[in-house]
């Protein structure tokens, strides 16, 4: 079965610099998720998308924004990386049908 | 403060025992879900509960929603070593909206 698809898996930056993470959620999937987690916490709920509309906004720093394009995939974009910012990412998208997310393996980030 | 609470937070047990965890909060949740989540990678989705009171059954691990909404817990029997990982709970208090997590629990099941 198809799964959430995230890219890169591992990303190296510099304090300062922008990144850009990508995720492709399960087909017929209509809400995509993005979380951060750090070192032993649990996920932490920064956006979502219903419909590639904004649905929910969470603890998303005022340098990163979001969006979702006509094919659904999305984009995480960072801006000003601060050390702060290493940590796991997680994309999920939810089946409409049981209200169940399903999380992708997750992009590492690590600032330097 | 967390809207969900989890306990223990770290369990470590001998194969073969049993044990539950326990997902706690004052908030009323339409849908709450297990995961279990080894170290770097994404939270694996276990169950979804909906409806209170209601007992689902994945092999050995029982889950249980409380009757209130409020709380679960997750029995497993027979706990192997395959079992060791981080079990986190997430509850969505509305439909469609983002879920929020406990802190989760870490299980560690020796040989």
């Known amino acids: 079965a198809a799964g959430v698809i995230q890219s890169p898996r591992h990303l190296i930056k510099e304090k300062r610099e922008t990144a850009t993470l990508k995720c492709y959620p399960i087909?017929?999937?209509?809400?995509v998720y993005w979380y951060q987690q750090g070192p032993g916490q649990d996920p932490q709920f920064l956006i979502s998308f219903y419909e590639k509309m904004q649905s929910d906004k969470g603890s998303i720093p005022d340098r990163f924004s979001a969006q979702q394009f006509s094919d659904y995939h999305s984009e995480l974009n960072m801006s000003s990386l601060e050390l702060g910012d290493s940590a796991l990412y997680f994309c999920?998208?939810?089946?409409?049908?049981?209200?169940?997310?399903?999380f992708g393996p997750g992009t590492r980030l690590t600032v330097l | 403060t967390q809207l969900l609470e989890q306990s223990p937070q770290f369990l470590s047990i001998q194969e073969g025992e049993n044990l539950t965890v326990y997902c706690n909060s004052s908030?009323?949740?339409?849908?709450l879900q297990w995961y279990r989540q080894e170290p770097g990678e994404g939270p694996v989705l276990l169950v979804t509960?909906?409806?209170?009171?209601e007992v689902k059954k994945l092999k050995r691990l029982t889950f249980q929603f409380g009757d209130a909404r409020k709380d679960s817990s997750l029995h497993i029997t027979a706990a192997q070593p395959g079992d060791t990982g981080l079990y986190l709970c997430a509850g969505a208090r509305n439909y469609g909206q983002n879920f929020v997590f406990g802190p989760g629990t870490r299980l560690s099941v020796l040989p």
């Open positions: 999920a998208s939810r089946d409409r049908t049981y209200n169940e997310q399903f």
């Open positions: 908030s009323v949740f339409s849908s």
């Open positions: 509960v909906v409806t209170g009171g």
């Open positions: 087909p017929r999937h209509d809400t």
